[in-house]
């Protein structure tokens, strides 16, 4: 029998979440103007853009659903999100631009560089 690797997909599944990451904070640093795409602050630079194509729904370290519709980098060049909560007016964190790290979210990565690279090539 095969010798059985468990943890082999699960070091593939963090690499690619990694570099995803990477990838997704160069987009917002290279090719985004103001390192942030926020539906809130007018950033779409006069574009018809969908504001669904920017949710990303996810649950935060408590368990708690959310859902992610802003991508930026803060002063430390870390990828950061604003969310709500889904089927109410309430804003996660009060509106708060918040780390992904922080909130233990790290799964997510290579859904946030699609959602950033749409941008960039005016896909959404």
Known sequence: ????????????????????????????RDKVKGHCIDPDFSTFNGRDDDPAGYWLFCFE???????????????????CFKAWYPNSDAEYKDGQWCEFESHFISDKYHLVYEIIADHVLGNI
């Open 1 to 28: 029998m095969e010798k059985i690797h468990p943890e082999k997909y699960i070091e593939l599944a963090a690499k690619v979440q990694q570099e995803a990451k990477e990838a997704a904070i160069a987009l917002l």
């Open 61 to 79: 370290g408590n368990d708690e659903h959310i859902q992610l519709h802003a991508y930026g980098l803060n002063e430390e060049g870390e990828l």
